[in-house]
Structure formats: structure tokens, C-alpha cells
């Protein structure tokens, strides 16, 4: 489903990914880690066509991001980390006008709406303004523009951030309730979300990637806890 190769970018002097590959199939959730600044937003935009690197490629449900952009964002689904809401909008109106944006009309549009709607529990806030949401339901409703159209793909860069525990839980329960039938990167500064939804993670440090395993084969290597290992991987590279 996600299948990157080499990819690079470069800002100046700054080399923000440096040749980075790695393949994610339907089923996974993949865990994209690392410190600030190591290089996660930048790849993940360039899969999501935001940003066009400098070499490499990559190929997202058969499309080529270089040579077929389109075919990629029909097929994607990307929640950055700050999503641009319509305050002024209720949450029906915007759900609606990004359906019709996906080129959903009619009856359809009708149909995704109620889709969304109740896979991301937004019931309760239909009318309200989005400027009135807590910053949980704000989070849904995000959540619910990158599933619109049902893409095979999802690109989600920190999700639970700045959520309380509860709010946690309940976007945690989503991604893994769509897992085994999409491919799902999820960039996260939360180690323990390694453990309540990934199956296996990459962690990137300076544009490159240091480590590539299941959440298991981290705390293995970092003597039982996953933070150690991170310490380990990042810091110890310096």
C-alpha cells in the first residue's frame, strides 16, 4: 500500500530526510518516532504530495507521488498535526463541504456524512460551531475529514496530542478499529502508543532512519522499557 524509496529534501543547508525507505502493507499501523526536528512532518508530506522531494519517490496504493499526485490523494487520507478547521462552520456544514470537495454529492454525500459521523461519535456536536468544540471533539472532527471517502490510506501526525486520557482512548479505539483493513502511519512523541496501536515502528533521527522493529523488539533492546531504547538510538548517535 505505502511503498517509499530513497526519499530525500533538502531546505539550504539543512538535509531534513536522507534517504529514507520503508514499505507499509494493509493491516499495519506503523509508529513513525523520533525527536524534534528528526525529519517525520517533512516525510510524511512528501507521501502525502505537501512537499515534492528532492530524490526519491514513492508509491501509495499503486500511484506514484512524482508522476500521478492525484491517483495519491484520492487515495490518502491526512490528518496533520495542526488540521485547518472553519471555526465559523457547524460540524455537519464543514463534514459537508468536504465531501463535496472529495466529489461526493447527492445521496452519497448524505450516506459518508452518517458514516463519519458515527465512526467518530460526532452525534452530539453536529450543530454546533466548531469554534464551540472542546479540543477532543475538534480532534474527531479532523479525524473524520481524513476518513471521508473511505481512502485505503491514512497519514496521521501526532493524533492524540494534547488530548486528556480519555480522549486518548477513544481516538486509540478508532485507529485500531480501522486497522486490518487500511495502512496507517502514525507519527507520535507518545512511546506508549507503540504498544496500544502499532504494530511496528521506525524511529528517525537527523533524516535517517536508526530503527525499524515491532514495539516488542524495542523494549527487548532497551532492557524492558521502550524509552531506553529510544534514548539509546537517538541520543547515542550525537
Known amino acids: 500500500m505505502i511503498e517509499v524509496t530513497n526519499l530525500k529534501k533538502v531546505f539550504g543547508p539543512i538535509r531534513a530526510v536522507d534517504g529514507v525507505s520503508f514499505t ?13 526536528g528528526a525529519g517525520k512532518t517533512t516525510t510524511m508530506r512528501m507521501i502525502a504530495c505537501l512537499t515534492r522531494p528532492n ?15 492525484l491517483g495519491v ?29 472529495r466529489g461526493l454529492v447527492g445521496a452519497e454525500k448524505v450516506r459518508e456524512i452518517e458514516r463519519v459521523v458515527q465512526v467518530c461519535s460526532l452525534s452530539e456536536v453536529l450543530y454546533q460551531t466548531i469554534e464551540t468544540l472542546s479540543k477532543g471533539y475538534r480532534k474527531r472532527v479532523g479525524l473524520a475529514l481524513t476518513l471521508i471517502g473511505d481512502p485505503p490510506v491514512l497519514i496521521l501526525d ?27 502511519i502514525v507519527s507520535t512523541h507518545i512511546l506508549e502508543e507503540l504498544d496500544a496501536i502499532c504494530n511496528r515502528s521506525i524511529v528517525i533521527h537527523r533524516g535517517r532512519i536508526v530503527a525499524d522493529g515491532t514495539p516488542a523488539e524495542f523494549r527487548e533492546q532497551g532492557g524492558g522499557r521502550i524509552d531506553d531504547f529510544f534514548e539509546a538510538v537517538t541520543r547515542g548517535r550525537e
Open 24 to 36: 507499509v502493507n494493509q493491516g499495519d499501523v506503523l509508529g513513525f518516532i523520533g525527536p524534534n
Open 55 to 69: 530524490e526519491g519517490t514513492a508509491r501509495i496504493n499503486g500511484h506514484d507521488i512524482l508522476k500521478d499526485s
Open 73 to 101: 490523494r484520492k487515495s490518502i487520507g491526512y490528518l496533520p498535526e495542526n488540521t485547518p478547521l472553519y471555526g465559523e462552520m457547524t460540524t455537519i456544514s464543514f463534514l459537508g463541504f468536504v465531501c463535496e470537495i
Open 158 to 184: 501526532d493524533p492524540t496530542a494534547g488530548l486528556d486520557p480519555n480522549q486518548k482512548r477513544d481516538v486509540r479505539r478508532l485507529i485500531n478499529n480501522m486497522a486490518s483493513y487500511k495502512a496507517i
